[in-house]
């Protein structure tokens, strides 16, 4: 939602974007509007698509470099040279699966890293504040988020 849509205007002030979205300044979402807005604007998160090891692994298979060094294993059988067969689908395999493997634990770092990375957000939610996933977020509050310069945490006010 751009920032526009919520206010009426290029730079809405903060009274604009709490009518517009009808949150109380002193106590905040309570846990009904909460259920709302995640229902309808859905958690703040994007989705993670995973997919599965042997479609990684055989995308190292498919791609014009590849098809090239294929297409060289292919003439070598034609031909019945197996010694260049066996050594173009040698390489070709080494290849495929030193890739897989660096791809594999670079997502594993990339994984530990996300999960080391707790996101919370401090929130006025029923009138008390608390700290939260950054999960239950709606999108429909983040334009309302403002920096504290004491802590340099983000906390969303509304």
Request: glycine share 8%; with cysteine; hydrophobic share 45%.
């Amino acid at each position: 939602m751009a920032v526009s849509d919520v206010g009426g205007s290029a730079n809405p002030t903060v009274a604009e974007i709490l009518i517009k979205l009808g949150t109380d300044p002193k106590t905040g979402l309570n846990p009904g509007q909460l259920q709302e807005r995640l229902s309808k604007y859905g958690p703040n998160a994007l989705p993670e698509e995973k997919k599965s090891a042997l479609s990684a692994f055989l995308a190292y298979f498919w791609g014009p470099i590849p098809w090239m060094i294929e297409a060289a294993a292919l003439m070598a059988l034609v031909v019945g040279d197996l010694g260049d067969l066996t050594i173009i689908t040698s390489l070709l395999l080494f290849n495929a699966l030193l890739g897989f493997w660096e791809e594999h634990e670079a997502s594993n770092a990339l994984d530990a890293l996300k999960n080391s990375l707790a996101l919370r957000a401090r929130v006025l939610r029923s009138g008390k504040w608390e700290q939260v996933d950054a999960r239950t977020l709606s999108l429909s509050i983040m334009p309302a988020c403002r920096l504290n310069r004491s802590n340099g945490n983000w906390t969303v006010c509304w």
